[in-house]
């Protein structure tokens, strides 16, 4: 019975050299039969980063645990560990890494070093940011736009004001209010989950100035069409509205820019004129007005009068010629006198003496060139000293002379026998 005992010691101890070797650690026997056992693998899993670093490994032992856990860059069992961790959590921080890395993970005990696990630390580059600038200035109505190039694998995420939210590398957000201004992040993701920087961007969102309202005048201040020449006055209703600061530019059909708000043209091209209020660098919509003007021109009417007359002996009568086209005609005399109409009859009284004119008006209110007559008028009462002479007495077949003291704008009229009458303005009259 001895005897059998041994044999089972001997092959005992023979089956545990040779879990030793094929498990390649050296196992050292206790009395009673009492050994440590190995501690089981640890259990870790593979780690990822987001650029060049360190990473650490969480490991967690096995049933079996040991007093520790070391790192390896190597398999190799003479390598010199490159971190050990001996109390929980068991976390294991490896040198700066930039490219995928195989670690090795072990467990060990007084006995011995457990198998060393294979784990991988996987780095994945961080996504770039396309430069941004630094600030962007638009306009109410305008439309931000902000177009990035397309990177294979990645997604860019933007925010903004009032929980402005996009995805994508093209950014396009209409601007309806200035409460849109502020700052504009942008990050990129790649696929892997690793995030860019943020950069930003402030966008100044600028009120874009109210549409001008116009109309235009002639220098009377009417809007009647325009005669070819008037000049022609472009004016902004709401000027008094707009915010001080603001510049105005009208284009003329004609490609001619006028940058006043009241510009006055004398050379008028009949078309469209446009304007445009802009306030810092933002503009309004364009405001139009077509212009017009008549381009039939009346010729100058003739004027008439049946002057000299004495003032009150009879009727003062004016007359214009026809013109055609014309709808009235228009007079204009002494004392600022006016009246209308192609005949005028007045009282033959001195304060109407001096220069009449007449313009012909057409259908659209344009006027043709002045006709002009001298009116002569008056009074009856000529306290004049004539003192008539004559070259009497004279032989039949001598030429009989008459004369009389000369008054400037005097008519002078000789009455005498066989119903002899001759007028003349200068008192001089001859008979042969």
């Known amino acids: 019975m001895q005897c059998v005992g041994w044999i089972w010691k001997l092959n005992l101890l023979i089956s545990l050299l040779l879990f030793c070797k094929v498990n390649g650690v050296q196992c050292q026997g206790q009395e009673n039969n009492n050994t440590i056992a190995l501690p089981d693998p640890p259990i870790v899993s593979e780690v990822t980063r987001c650029g060049e670093g360190p990473v650490t490994f969480t490991v967690r032992m096995g049933k079996n ?8 860059s190597t398999a190799n069992k003479n390598a010199e560990p490159l971190n050990v961790a001996l109390e929980p959590p068991f976390q294991l921080m490896t040198p700066d ?12 005990n007084k006995q011995g070093s457990s198998k060393r696990v294979e784990v991988w630390a996987k780095v994945f580059p961080v996504p770039t940011l396309p430069s941004l600038p630094r600030s962007i200035v638009r306009c109410v109505g305008d439309t931000l736009r902000i177009a990035l190039k397309p990177q294979s694998q990645i997604v860019y995420l933007w925010k903004g004001p009032e929980e402005f939210s996009h995805r994508g590398e093209l950014l396009l957000r209409k601007l309806y209010s200035a409460k849109q201004s502020g700052i504009y992040s942008l990050q990129a993701i790649s696929e892997n989950g690793c995030s860019s920087n943020v950069a930003k961007v402030k966008v100044y969102i600028r009120d874009t100035p109210p549409v ?7 220098d009377l201040g009417q809007t009647v069409p325009l005669c070819k020449d008037d000049n022609l006055n472009l004016y902004i209703l709401n000027y008094w509205e707009l915010p001080p600061g603001t510049q105005y530019t009208w284009y003329g059909p004609d490609g001619a820019i006028y940058k006043h708000p009241f510009p006055s043209i004398s050379k008028i091209i009949p078309g469209p004129y446009y304007v445009v209020a802009k306030y810092g660098s933002c503009s309004s919509a364009s405001e139009k007005i077509y212009v017009r003007f008549s381009d039939s021109m009346l010729q100058a009417p003739v004027a008439y009068n049946n002057s000299p007359l004495c003032e009150g002996s009879s009727f003062l009568e004016l007359k214009a010629s026809p013109i055609p086209g014309a709808v009235q005609y228009v007079w204009s005399g002494p004392h600022n006198f006016t009246a209308t109409g192609t005949t005028l009859r007045l009282p033959a009284h001195q304060r109407f003496h001096g220069i009449w004119s007449v ?33 009497s007495p004279v032989c039949e077949g001598q030429p009989l002379r008459l004369s009389a003291k000369q008054y400037p704008g005097v008519i002078y009229t000789w009455l005498g026998p066989n119903q002899l009458k001759y007028s003349s303005n200068t008192p001089y009259y001859q008979k042969n």
């Not at 645990?65 to 390896?72: A, D, M, P, S, V």
């Not at 890494?97 to 060990?108: D, Q, V």
């Open 212 to 218: 001008p309202e116009v109309t235009y005048y002639n």
């Open 359 to 391: 313009t012909a008006i057409n259908a659209e209110g344009c006027a043709s060139p002045e006709g002009t007559t001298e009116v002569k008028i008056f009074s009856k009462k000529l306290n004049l000293v004539l003192e008539p002479q004559s070259n």
């Open 65 to 72: 645990k040991g007093e520790g856990i070391r790192l390896y």
């Open 97 to 108: 890494i930039s490219t995928h890395t195989l670690f090795y993970i072990e467990a060990f």
